[in-house]
């Protein structure tokens, strides 16, 4: 049987079908409705995915924050006396965080088995279970942020001509403890080789 007698012999076989039983007919379109279906979605473009919004916005925080903080340093230390030019490079333990809002759903069982009236056992099953609440944000479903929570800082680096005086590396040292709550060993001060000038 070569290829052409098969094709018509499978026609054949689905004219058959649609003789008989009304429900078989149904049947028989419903199955090829979807199989054109998976066809159609196969063949169609795709929908490019792209990296989610907060990931892409986490990132650039940390920048910006880094930035920020090395910014506002550079201002303080530099109007230090004694300090002179000054370079700054903040460095951080952990980016940004979300903490995100939670509902708690609790489920309590209380089983009692009596003897002769009194409880005999008393079995307590206490379930608890913690989902985040989710908001349509762009037509995706995305927890709901309760707070942001500011990276971590893990160490500061300053460069300054008059860090060769203990006085200035001292008080370097003091403003940036006091200003960003770290402790000293966090702060390194070094003597700049080369200012600009």
Known sequence: ????????????????????????????????????LILFSELAPQKKTQPPQDAVSVSVDNEEFCKKTEE?????????????????????????EYVYLQEQVRNTDLTKDYDDGDVKTLREKDNSEQKYILVNKNGEEQPLVQKQLEPTIQGVVVVCEGAGSAQVNEQVVNAITCALGISSNRVYVAQLTNPSK
């Open 1 to 36: 049987m070569n290829g052409k007698e098969k094709i018509i012999e499978i026609q054949k076989k689905i004219l058959c079908l649609f003789a008989g039983d009304k429900k078989i007919k149904w049947v028989v379109l419903i199955g090829l409705a979807g199989i054109l």
């Open 72 to 96: 506002k340093i550079y201002s303080l230390v530099s109007s230090i006396q004694g300090v002179g030019d000054v370079r700054v490079w903040v460095t951080l333990e952990s980016g940004v």
